[in-house]
């Protein structure tokens, strides 16, 4: 997000796309090889300047190693703490270039690894909570500086084989980082977390707040945020607004304390459906 709020993005970067229609087909076949289904993510949200790019790739476009994670013509390099991300996409549906540069520099590298499924095949990592973005594209023409986090996700399974429903939320104060995770999973069991991360790479476990309704998406997907039970959430902006996700900007309240947070929701049972997965490749092109 940038500091004056005006713009934020997203960057992801995939092996084995967990939501690549190409994948789940290529599983139901027999074994495939996550390497083969890889994609760098990239979703702008600027006044005019808006983007949205995931182009999935085989093995062949994908290099990697300690440092550095390279798809197709865009790379993520990590080192001392910085990470530095050069992106060459094309966004769909409108067929609109996506290139630039970011530079995320942490401010705390916690050492924390949580386990979302009792079996732990499913791991998240908040390697960066609290960071300075630096975002210099020259298509579309931005320029802009702001807070970032940086985590990551691994599995061993496919995640709608663990899970129904998830809600995850970040929010930014003074000197830490606030983290939401809410989920239900295909047993029916819940899983709620919350964190504080401080400068210092402390990661404090709390309370978990209740969770409370926000309004339902276009696609009637469900949104639910934590916080103080005295307070209603507002509903902001949405970013995405998909058949299975939605990603948001949520005004909401901790500890007595108003809060700006990005936002996501998450239904696996629907993402299961044939038919939302034979939409997915108009948003998702593939090239060998």
């Known amino acids: 997000m940038s500091d004056d709020g005006c713009h934020a993005l997203t960057v992801i970067g995939f092996i084995g796309s967990v939501f690549s229609p190409y994948y789940a087909w290529a599983r139901a ?52 703490g910085q990470l530095d991300i050069m992106l060459d996409e094309i966004s769909v549906p409108w067929l609109r270039r996506i290139r630039g540069s970011i530079r995320l520099t942490a401010e705390a590298l916690p050492d924390c690894i949580v386990h979302l499924d009792d079996a732990g095949h499913h791991r998240w990592r908040p390697i960066a909570p609290l960071a300075r973005v630096e975002a210099r594209f020259d298509a579309p023409a931005l320029n802009w500086q702001g807070h970032g986090y940086f985590d990551m996700n691994s599995g061993d399974a496919p995640l709608e084989q663990a899970f129904d429903h998830w809600h995850w939320s970040r929010a930014r104060r003074a000197n830490e980082a606030l983290i939401l995770y809410a989920a239900t999973r295909r047993d029916g069991s819940r899983f709620d977390l919350a964190l504080a991360c401080d400068r210092a790479g402390r990661v404090l476990e709390r309370p978990a707040p209740p969770r409370q309704r ?28 998909s058949p299975f996700y939605a990603r948001s900007l949520v005004q909401g309240q901790w500890d007595g304390e108003a809060l700006t947070m990005m936002h996501e929701s998450l239904n696996l049972v629907r993402f299961r459906q044939r038919l939302v997965q ?11």
């Not at 182009?55 to 550095?68: G, K, Q």
């Not at 034979?278 to 060998?288: E, G, K, V």
């Open 29 to 80: 076949k027999g074994p495939a090889q996550p390497e083969d289904f890889c994609a760098i993510n990239v979703a702008l949200y600027s006044p005019g300047a808006g983007r949205w790019a995931m182009t999935e790739r085989a093995a062949a476009s994908l290099t990697r190693d300690r440092d550095t994670l390279r798809i197709g013509p865009s790379a993520l390099h990590w080192r001392d």
């Open 214 to 241: 926000l309004p339902s998406t276009l696609w009637r997907l469900r949104r639910e945020v934590g916080g103080d039970a005295d307070a209603r959430p507002h509903l902001v902006r949405t970013l995405e607004d």
């Open 278 to 288: 034979a939409m997915l490749p108009f948003r998702m092109p593939r090239r060998s």
